[in-house]
């Protein structure tokens, strides 16, 4: 039995086969049908299409898929406006795990069970994803369907009608003082040791110090200024993403003379290669002059605290060595974001709420300073 509704607003029937339909005419005058499992939720998609079309919105095309859309925005929104190595993440993330998941549904059809399925299926994929990465996958479609959204190729952003996954935060373990003392002494002579003793001794990210050129390098006055970055994954030079990225920091003497070293054995390495040294004025390079590979570093790294005994390291925890040494020693914490070249406070503060032994110590010791006499 088909219910009536009022001029323009359709018509709703069940079906023979149990499923509700909503019938309408749409602002281009054709007839269209939605289809749902209850009459309230035919009813309500009723209501949207009925709204959308009198404010305009163009009629959502049902045969295109969620495949083919992110096919689309890949080639005609993401890699016209984002960086080359953006665009490779974002593509990677689509080709692995949505285009799978969900590619086969119609834009026009996607559902948050869709989305909570895909993301429970994600916690299993090939021995079980990071968090990280499944995080990554929800935000990418997040960006694709609110880009789908404003076009007009759908009537609403589906992930934002269900809980993004949990952020489980990563326990920071980088290298205490005398580790890193250890790991110093243990690279010496190395041709990559000022690499690995800048990182620990300024903040800076591998990026930040494999696009490191000479000319931003005063050793007399012991300053540096990053002016540029290696995308991830590549041996491109990029600029950086924020101006707060865009800093000069001063030298510890220990680094500058690290620098100082690898400079003289740079140059003999570049006469000994002659004609084929390919660079021109990065500081840390291979033996003939190109730039150095990320994941080599890393490796490279790992195989030097396997080698003395000291704990599994990513390169970025060197990063994270600095920051926490120095809120140990009581630096202000706007001080060290500044120098870290974090995009805000905010960040800094997030990624470094932990409290080591010594900054609890350090607490102890400066209330027993305030308190402690009085009580005596």
């Known amino acids: 039995m088909m219910t009536r509704r009022g001029r323009g607003e359709g018509s709703i029937r069940e079906r023979a086969d149990g499923r509700w339909e909503a019938r309408y005419r749409g602002q281009d005058g054709r007839r269209r049908s939605l289809f749902g499992v209850t009459r309230r939720e035919v009813q309500d998609r009723l209501r949207a299409a009925v709204t959308a079309g009198e ?4 009629h959502v095309d ?3 898929t969620v495949a083919a859309f992110l096919g689309d925005w890949l080639e005609h929104h993401v890699r016209p406006s984002r960086r080359a190595t953006t665009y490779a993440s974002y593509a990677a993330i689509v080709r692995l795990y949505l285009v799978p ?7 026009a059809k996607l559902e948050p069970e869709h989305l909570q399925r895909m993301l429970a299926g994600l916690k299993g994929h090939r021995g079980q994803l990071s968090d990280t990465t499944t995080r990554y996958v929800y935000a990418v479609l997040r960006i694709a369907l609110g880009r789908a959204v404003k ?7 589906v992930c934002t009608m269900i809980d993004p996954p949990a952020r489980v935060r990563r326990e920071l373990r980088p290298l205490d003082r005398d580790q890193l ?3 110093f002494k243990g690279l010496s002579g190395d041709r990559l040791e ?13 990026g930040e110090l494999l696009a490191l050129h000479w000319s931003d390098v005063d050793l007399e006055r012991g300053e540096l ?3 540029y970055t290696l995308q991830r994954g590549t041996r491109a030079i990029a600029e950086p993403k924020t101006e707060r ?12 003379a690290a620098l100082r070293e690898h400079r003289r054995r740079q140059r003999a390495e570049r006469l000994a290669a002659g004609p084929r040294w390919q660079g021109a004025d990065l500081v840390f390079t291979t033996g003939i002059g190109t730039a150095l590979d990320s994941r080599n570093v890393t490796r490279y790294l790992q195989g030097h605290l396997v080698r003395l005994g000291l704990p599994h390291q990513r390169f970025h925890d060197l990063r994270h060595a600095f920051a926490t040494l120095l809120i140990e020693a009581g630096e202000d914490l706007g001080v060290v974001s500044r120098i870290l070249g974090h995009a805000d406070f905010a960040t800094t503060a997030d990624v470094y709420a932990h409290l080591t032994p010594a900054m609890l110590e350090r607490a102890a010791d400066r209330i027993d300073g305030l308190l402690g006499s009085s009580s005596a």
């Open 181 to 183: 003392v250890a790991m």
């Open 225 to 227: 200024a990053i002016r």
């Open 245 to 256: 990225a865009r800093r000069t920091l001063r030298l510890p003497a220990y680094v500058a």
């Open 101 to 107: 998941a969900i590619g086969r549904i119609p834009l």
């Open 55 to 58: 404010h305009g919105v163009r």
């Open 62 to 64: 049902q045969r295109v």
């Open 194 to 206: 000022a690499l690995y003793l800048a990182a620990a001794g300024t903040g800076l990210r591998q």
């Open 151 to 157: 076009m007009g190729r759908a009537t609403r952003n």
